[in-house]
């Protein structure tokens, strides 16, 4: 097990105000995305009354020059209004995991910042201290280890993909949810094992049926439906078919997602939740206690009516077998 890495000890060595132009963003926050309309409100206050909060900061021995701990973005309101000059509270240089787990604990309180660039920070964090534990790795940065589960996935995907969700144009970005969505159909066990399955280009024909008129992908969600279809495939051993199906699915854009039925599987699963149904009715009935409803008379007619229903659907199943 690698060893424990805790956050920085932030010792403040007072507050002074630097130069605007002398601070340098950290290369570590996990929040690298900033869209601008957020920062409008921020922007006007900093205007108004000045920066209220100092930012955090820290000495770069190496690069010999001041780098934000905490505070870009009234940094770059500041720069944006013209201030010449920020309050900092400097604090000890600290190493490279130090860094990236301090500002992980700096903003797990704030509003979120988009999923993929957590994901890198998490990726160089597992990297540098060797943990690959999703508990630890929450332990560490203060994230959900459902978070934690979630960047894992984004990692798995090729660069251009990750470059897609860290589009400076929040226009243009695509959300990760739409990787994570993605990612049980193109990591599927029987699906990975078709043919003519490519995991990649797999991925670029869903974003084109996504992004695309006629959109036949609606929402990320209905990848959903995607993985179900294949369920329910594999559990009447259709897989061939669903092969064959979903093969057209990917390569002609304007298929629907309907076409991925199969009769036979989705009768299936509506049988399963027949079932569930039928087991909630027999535990009801069973427990329940005659002489106490003796004259409820509308429950044992529609009990009558029941059993009356069964008898019939009984009778029509036996003579098709």
Known sequence: MAPKSKTLVTHPQGVKEIQTDELYANPHNPRML???????????SIKRVGILVPLTVYWET???????????????????VGLKNVPV????EPSLVQNIVTMFQIHKLRQDWELMPTALKVQLLMKEVGEKNDARLSELTGLDEA????????ISYDHDFQDMMLDPDPDRRIKADF?????????DRDVAQFAWFSRRKFVQQMLVKYLEEP???????DFRLVKQHITNARRIQAMDRLSAKL???????????DSLDIEEANVHAEAKALVKKINTIETLVSELDAEQFYGEEDLWVAMTRLIKILE????????RR
């Not at 978070?147 to 984004?154: A, D, E, F």
């Not at 959109?215 to 969600?221: L, P, S, W, Y």
Request: include cysteine.
């Open 34 to 44: 900033f869209d601008r309309l957020p920062l409008d409100v921020l922007r006007e």
């Open 62 to 80: 190496a690069k010999e020059r001041y780098v934000i701990l905490d505070g870009q973005r009234r940094w770059m309101c500041a720069k944006d």
């Open 89 to 92: 509270n400097q604090v000890a």
């Open 147 to 154: 978070v934690i589960v979630r960047c894992k996935k984004l």
């Open 179 to 187: 990787f994570i969505e993605l990612y049980p159909v193109i990591h």
């Open 215 to 221: 959109r036949t992908i609606k929402a990320v969600t």
């Open 247 to 257: 093969k057209v699915f990917a390569e002609l854009a304007a298929t629907p997602l």
């Open 312 to 319: 019939d659907k009984l009778k029509k199943a036996d003579k």
